[in-house]
């Protein structure tokens, strides 16, 4: 005869079982995809950053030196009594736009002109970038987002300041590398790293057109190195790496700005600073400081002139020869330096950025 008793209730305790189980499983399987999302927008990050050294590996082949910044140091280089600002006429990544699929856009640029014209709301930005970048879909070009030049894990919108859409510039998450030079605090609120440690980048911020004053690769005026000055190897010297904009005074200027895209070793990757959109964040000096020395200002550029990244642990780097490679943000700090200039006269194992 079949049984015709009714199946057994769960009691209260076996129920909470269950749903702490459903919930674990839950929290695990958000966590997996939580996980997977970003491994997918670090991937499109280094895929990034991997177009970007094939650019800049075949602008040296057609020019057989890396992009300059357009930033005259001095008037004798410009010959045109111009020096600093005055005398800009473009970015590194201006001059790449070429070899990055961006003909449209570098055909709106003018090169060749120089000088300021008129203040602008965030000060002294120069007429290439004002006037002579015209317009590009109706804005000027320097409002024209790259969105090959923007890591999807920086989860930041493109245009830090959105006052004046017709001209505000849209920022890029990856700069150029000046390596191990000397890059002074800000009225000297932090002197913990004052970069130049091998004594090859003495001229403060790379702000120099002579190649034995610049650690790195690039400059903060018209030069920028052959393949042949990196005497450690291209596969031992960074090239560029990840920035975080909102974190520094200069990286938020955007990328058509001849000096805002430049990052330095000097400043431990990752230093934590209090930037654009942080809680507590001012534009003026009354920033929070994150620690004693106050090296998490947002103007002290010996930290926010380093390279970082919202990867977890580290950043991402291009180096010399085109590779990209994950850096540990507790890397030794002299390895860190080392990969940074371009003639230190070591080179460093692969082994060792693993």
Not at 139 to 160: K, W
Request: proline share 6%; hydrophobic share 35%.
């Amino acid at each position: 005869m079949a049984d015709t008793k009714s199946p057994r209730g769960l009691t209260i305790i076996e129920l909470l079982v269950a749903m702490a189980v459903a919930g674990m499983l839950s929290s695990l399987l958000l966590g997996g995809l939580t996980s997977a999302r970003e491994a997918a927008r670090k991937m499109s990050c280094a895929n990034n950053l991997k177009q970007i050294g094939l650019a800049m590996r075949t602008y040296h082949n057609t020019y057989g030196r890396l992009p300059p910044t357009g930033t005259y140091a001095w008037a004798r280089q410009s010959h045109n009594g111009q020096t600093w600002s005055s005398s800009s006429h473009g970015s590194v990544w201006s001059k790449l736009l070429p070899f990055l699929e961006q003909n449209p856009l570098y055909n709106q640029l003018n090169h060749d002109v120089t000088g300021l014209r008129q203040e602008d709301p965030f000060r002294g930005w120069s007429r290439f970038e004002i006037d002579s970048a015209t317009t590009f879909g109706g804005n000027h070009v320097r409002s024209e987002i790259l969105p090959g030049l923007l890591c999807p894990s920086a989860d930041l919108a493109p245009f830090l300041h959105r006052s004046r859409p017709e001209i505000d510039p849209t920022i890029i998450t990856y700069g150029y590398s000046i390596g191990a030079q000397k890059c002074p605090s800000w009225q000297n609120i932090c002197t913990g790293f004052p970069g130049n440690m091998f004594g090859t980048g003495p001229s403060s911020h790379g702000t120099d057109g002579r190649a034995y004053m610049i650690s790195g690769v690039f400059s903060n005026g018209v030069w920028a190195a052959r393949f042949r000055d990196i005497s450690d190897g291209e596969s031992q010297v960074i090239l560029g790496g990840e920035i975080l904009p909102n974190k520094s005074d200069h990286m938020q200027k955007g990328w058509l700005n001849h000096h805002a895209n430049f990052a330095f070793t000097g400043g431990p990757i990752n230093y934590p600073v209090v930037g654009i959109g942080d809680p507590g964040f001012s534009w003026s000096e009354a920033n929070p400081p994150l620690n004693p020395k106050n090296c998490s200002h947002f103007k002290n550029w010996s930290t926010s002139a380093g390279f970082k990244s919202h990867h977890k642990g580290g950043a991402q780097f291009i180096f010399c020869d085109g590779s990209v490679q994950f850096l540990a943000e507790d890397i030794d700090y002299i390895i860190y330096n080392r990969l940074g200039d371009r003639r230190d006269g070591y080179g460093i194992g692969e082994w060792l950025m693993n």
